[in-house]
């Protein structure tokens, strides 16, 4: 008995779920109201992105599925639209294995910021095809620059953080 709650609470993916928990809650209280530029930080994205970049596009796109239907929960958009643009923001930062051999910490930072650009440009185009309102116009390019900057800096403190939640660790024995 021990034994199988031990491994459960060892197990990357329940450290996953606990951890976009807090993800989605700084994503909908804190860098919900913390706007610079006018531009709502996309911790989200940040997260899934750098999942990819450091676990690879498989791990990455789970991430950002995960994260992005716990942040679906808080917003008005259809339910699950952002869960499927975060899965392709984290699939789209597992491609950094593909372009740099040895990934150092600047250019996983630096494809956060790209993929989170990428997410951004992504979502109203996404809202587009259900039919649902974007509402962002022709500054979303703005935007999306805005959220990538933001990202890579944020993604400095975040690396640590997303290599010990997706870490897949052992049991000895």
Do not use: C, K
């Not at 996309?42 to 942040?71: D, K, N, P, T």
């Not at 958009?77 to 294995?97: I, K, S």
Request: net charge positive; proline share 5%.
């Amino acid at each position: 008995m021990i034994d199988r709650l031990l491994a459960l609470l060892t197990n990357r993916w329940t450290r996953l779920v606990l951890v976009a928990l807090v993800v989605g809650a700084l994503q909908t209280t804190l860098f919900g109201d913390v706007r610079p530029f006018g531009t709502v930080v996309q911790f989200a994205f940040l997260y899934a992105a750098l999942a990819g970049a450091i676990h690879g596009s498989e791990v990455g796109a789970i991430a950002g599925f995960v994260v992005g239907f716990l942040y679906d929960t808080a917003l008005t958009t259809p339910f699950g639209l952002t869960a499927a643009v975060a899965a392709l923001v984290g699939a789209g930062g597992g491609l950094l294995p593909f372009l740099v051999r040895d990934p150092t910490w600047w250019s996983i930072s630096l494809a956060a910021a790209v993929a989170t650009a990428g997410g951004v440009l992504a979502l109203p185009v996404a809202m587009i095809l259900v039919g649902a309102p974007s509402g962002i116009g022709g500054a979303v390019v703005g935007l999306a620059a805005v959220a990538a900057a933001v990202n890579l800096l944020l993604s400095i403190p975040m690396i640590p953080a997303v290599r010990w939640t997706l870490r897949d660790a052992r049991l000895p024995g």
